[in-house]
T-cell receptor
């Protein structure tokens, strides 16, 4: 049963455009994440948010920014997309605390032409 | 930081046979682990959560083993069926804020 909802599922855009992906969770979790999954299926964390505070920001280009209105929502904005941004972006959520399960959305596929 | 090596990258299994996927992690501080299953076009579905205090976990159609000494985690699919065809990922963690470190995945194909 899906409880982490991502939109859009698929987006094609041109280099230099701005893109936003939305994520909402209905699990009552307090921590949300964005992962990037590349064409080789490699999953790498981009951001995590807890109580409106950015916790993790790996070596992610500055054109990427997370945006959160409340603990149930974490959007991902890409200011000016580049070809290497083509990937599937997966949103996840969990309860705060080590060992809690991450629940994933179905992903948003971005294709940059 | 943590690194997780997963092998094999591809696995072709006859229906009814078993298959094993092995993950080796590097950080001795990692103490919780996950196995996820990803079907085409879908997100990651949790199969099993493993804590370092447990060594053997059994689920529906699979067994997970944790070998802390060798820092290895394995997933054994028993009596594979077509519904098992998917990509399987292992993941390790020790700090929820840092998220999980994933292996590269194993694509499992079950044939009749």
């Amino acid at each position: 049963e899906t409880a982490v909802f991502q939109t859009p599922n698929y987006h094609v855009t041109q280099v230099g455009n701005e893109v936003s992906f939305n994520c909402k969770q209905t699990l009552g979790h307090d921590t949300m994440y964005w992962y990037k999954q590349d064409s080789k299926k490699l999953l790498k964390i981009m951001f995590s948010y807890n109580n409106k505070q950015l916790i993790v920001n790996e070596t992610v280009p500055r054109r990427f920014s997370p945006q959160s209105s409340d603990k149930a929502h974490l959007n991902l904005r890409i200011k000016s997309v580049e070809p290497e941004d083509s990937a599937v972006y997966l949103c996840a959520s969990s309860l705060q605390g080590a060992g809690n399960t991450l629940y994933f959305g179905e992903g948003s596929r971005l294709i940059v032409v | 930081g943590e690194q997780v090596e997963q092998r094999p990258p591809h696995l072709s299994v006859r229906e009814g046979d078993s298959a094993v996927i092995i993950c080796t992690y590097t950080d001795p501080n990692s103490y919780y682990f996950f196995w996820y299953k990803q079907e085409p076009g879908a997100g990651l579905q949790l199969l099993m959560k493993v804590f370092s205090s447990t060594e053997i976990n059994e689920g529906q159609g699979f067994t997970v083993l944790l070998n802390k000494k060798d820092k290895q985690l394995s997933l054994n699919l028993t009596a594979a069926h077509p519904g098992d065809s998917a990509v399987y990922f292992c993941a390790a963690g020790n700090n929820y804020a840092q998220g999980l470190t994933f292996g590269l995945g194993t694509r499992v194909s079950v044939f009749p």
